[in-house]
């Protein structure tokens, strides 16, 4: 049998808070984490295979960046967190959610020295659960470079399904690539 899934009422979170994992502390994203975010979202190892970190990184781009997750935060509108591992800020993951907030889009990126040990895992499983839990989604959706094999196997290891294949911009290349979509709904967390 299929639980009945909770009311809608609880899609709306105000109040900032962070989500810790065995490893990682989550933190919602601020401007006091530009300048971390700013060390590994220049480079262009990690930009090249995002949708929207630009290359090469302007002046001030990770304030802005902060400064509208604090607005889009407070919209309802998805949550970013800058992801700590012990003093380090090593990644950056979010959750954007449709108009209608039953849908969320998860993303991340992390920095170079910090990748091969299970974080970036770890951190989309967290904000799964936050989805599902806190947010009460219906359904989480994520995209990966065809040829970004990390990041899809990060998708197929937080417990996404790979759905099809979509051609999305990439702003570091200025061009569109195709993407690998990955998606899971909140009665699969179920199992
Ligand atoms: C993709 C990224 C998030 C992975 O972070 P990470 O912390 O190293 O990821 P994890 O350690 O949790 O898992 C990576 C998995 O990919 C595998 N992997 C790494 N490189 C691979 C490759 N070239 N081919 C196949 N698998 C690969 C790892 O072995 C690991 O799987 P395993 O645990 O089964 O061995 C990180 O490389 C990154 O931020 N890249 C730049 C930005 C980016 O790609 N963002 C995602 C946009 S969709």
Known sequence: MIAAKPQATATRVDEPRSITTERLILEPLALAHARSLTR???LWEVARFTANIPHPYPPGCADNFAKQSVEQRRSGGGWVFAVHYEEDVIGVVDITLSPDRRNGELGYAFAPWAWGHGFATEAARALINFGFGT???DVIEAFAMVENPASCRVLAKAGMRRIGEQMLPAPARGNDI?????????TERLA
């Open 178 to 186: 195709l993407c690998e979509a990955y998606r899971i709904f909140w």
């Open 40 to 42: 590994f979202a220049r």
């Open 135 to 137: 947010l009460r989604l």
